[in-house]
């Protein structure tokens, strides 16, 4: 008998329910509840500093798999919340322990899904278990709002303008804390004042990254500014001063302003939480209605008439759906892939409209963004024609669809080493059946031997650790004959591929040629990571091929 224990805690503690205290318990339950422990092998997994809002640990997941092997006859943890704290994760590993005959005990609640009652006690618990995981999220945001009405700042990169200053508080029971607000740097609101201005007065965001390229004004972090980056600033609501035009504004964008608006006097600037939600890997943007407005302990930066005009323009003026990302030039197949080598992608510029090649089309020209917007200080990327590299662009990428290219001879391989794979693997499967079939037979032989038996003890019980024995095996090769099975199916479906995808290439230059223009560019962005041009050559990056 094989039983499992785990054990999980949020945070390290040498106090309370650590992992070696919660292993110690179910050691001690074993032994105390459970028939044969004494002979059994007990296995423990281990996850310290992993939160239960997820199934997403390592040792769980590792215990999982050896479980769904059919290598453990009971888990046995401290809590149920160990496990996890969702409803729908705790639901389904019952359900697999079910259907996998595993027993599971939780000593603290004294669950033991081998009865009905435990089961359905199981369940309860878990619901109970996530309206505490809703509440503990309940809890944290009630505390933040709490921090909002002192108008403290919580944490993370600090806004263009200010500077975050440490404070020491003492709190009731004597202990020393240290909060931070946010502190003023006048040089940098001095940036922040001109970029509302000119946004203002001239509502273009290009033209204020144009006025910091051309003067050499960078980022807090020493990057040159995109449009990106003064949007934000635009939008950042911790510039906006406390007075009652910018209270309505957040008010009626469905905020949940923390302050009377008899407090919104002008005095200081508002300061925002809760304007993202940590999700897998990066941070997501929270709509308004879960924004968390309070007033600051700094000064208000810009009035909150204008901070609402503002935010107006930018709304007004932001792009309408996925068209503006459509390239506008009706001929350019390079738009979007094609890059200066100063790293920023080039755009194509029309001739004039009498100006055109021998097939008709208009001629134009790929330029640099940066070295426009710089007036060549910054960069001095020579144009290059756009027809004429468009052309040998697509004659270099379709000579690798002739049928004696290197990508073909590569396909015609991978389709000959398929079919050899699939041969032994095929070979390996009938050796494995048979290899089955015999210890069935086997099995067969020795239950006839028990049968006719005279029902000796010790014969018997040798018979049946025989028997117990052979099955394991043929459970170990049934395994072994199912990766197999997937491995070649696997292995078909690749060089089934390969086989479809061959005369396709081999002909696709021919329906290239019968492609519109926008097809063409979308085959380009298939097979074309990017296309660098220097000055001199342009080099070609295929994807995946780097």
């Known amino acids: 008998m094989v039983i499992f224990i785990y054990s999980r805690k949020s945070k390290w503690t040498g106090r309370g329910e650590s992992v070696e205290n919660q292993i110690a318990m179910c050691r001690d339950y074993i032994q105390r509840n459970i028939d044969g422990a004494g002979e059994s092998d007990i296995i423990e997994y281990e996850d310290e500093g992993y939160s239960g809002k997820n199934t997403n640990r390592p040792r769980f997941q590792e215990m999982m798999q050896e479980i769904r092997n059919g290598g453990c006859n009971y888990l046995v943890c401290y809590k149920l919340d160990r496990l996890g704290r969702n409803l729908a994760d705790l639901a389904n590993l019952v359900e697999t322990l079910n259907k996998l005959n595993v027993s599971f005990i939780s000593i603290k609640e004294q669950f033991d899904t081998s009865t009905p009652i435990g089961k359905a006690m199981l369940y309860f618990a878990g619901v109970l278990a996530q309206m505490e995981r809703e509440q503990i999220a309940e809890r944290v945001r009630d505390n933040m709002v709490m921090l909002a009405r002192k108008g403290r700042w919580l944490g993370g990169n600090t806004p263009l303008g200010f500077t975050a200053e440490s404070e ?3 709190s009731v029971n004597g202990k020393s804390k240290k909060s931070f607000c946010l502190a003023v740097d006048e040089t940098e609101l001095q940036t922040v004042r001109f970029i509302f201005k000119e946004y203002l007065e001239k509502q273009s965001l290009m033209g204020i990254v144009k006025y910091f390229l051309s003067h050499g004004i960078r980022t807090k972090r020493g990057n040159e500014y995109t449009t990106t980056a003064v949007r934000d600033i635009l939008a950042n609501p911790v510039y906006c001063t406390a007075d009652q035009e910018g209270y309505q504004y957040f008010w009626d964008l469905g905020c949940q302003v923390c302050m009377e608006q008899e407090e919104a006097d002008g005095t200081c600037g508002l300061i925002a939480y809760a304007k993202t939600s940590s999700a897998r890997y990066k941070n997501k943007s929270n709509s308004p209605e879960k924004w968390i407005v309070a007033r600051g302990r700094h000064p208000g930066v810009i009035s909150g008439q204008d901070f609402s005009k503002t935010q107006n323009l930018l709304a007004e003026n932001s792009p309408k759906g996925e ?21 920023h992608l080039m755009r194509p510029k029309n001739y004039s409209s009498k100006q055109v090649t021998e097939a008709g089309e208009r001629k134009f020209s790929y330029l640099c963004p940066y070295k426009a917007m710089t007036h060549g200080e910054k960069c001095a990327m020579p144009n290059i024609q756009g027809n004429t ?11 690798y669809t002739e049928e004696n290219s290197s990508i073909c001879r590569i396909l015609k391989k991978g389709i000959g080493q398929a079919k050899e794979t699939k041969g032994s693997k095929a070979t390996a499967e009938s050796f494995l059946v048979q290899e089955i079939q015999n210890r069935k037979k086997e099995m067969q032989n020795l239950v006839s031997v028990l049968a006719k038996s005279g029902g000796e003890g010790a014969f018997v019980r040798q018979i049946g650790q025989e028997i117990q024995n052979l099955d394991k095996e043929c459970a170990l090769l049934e395994q072994e004959r199912a990766k197999l099975r997937e491995e070649g199916e696997s292995i078909q479906g690749s060089g089934q591929q390969a086989e479809l995808l061959f005369p396709q290439i081999s002909s696709f230059c021919n329906l290239f040629n019968a492609l519109t223009v926008s097809e063409q560019r979308e085959y380009l962005r298939m097979v074309l990571d990017k296309v660098v041009w220097d000055g001199e050559a342009a080099h070609m990056f295929i994807n995946g091929c780097h």
């Open 168 to 170: 020491e508080r003492v």
């Open 323 to 343: 068209g503006w990302r459509k390239p506008q030039n009706p001929v350019a197949l390079l738009s979007g892939i094609l890059q200066c080598s100063c790293g």
């Open 389 to 399: 590299l468009d052309s040998l662009v697509c004659r270099e990428v379709l000579r």
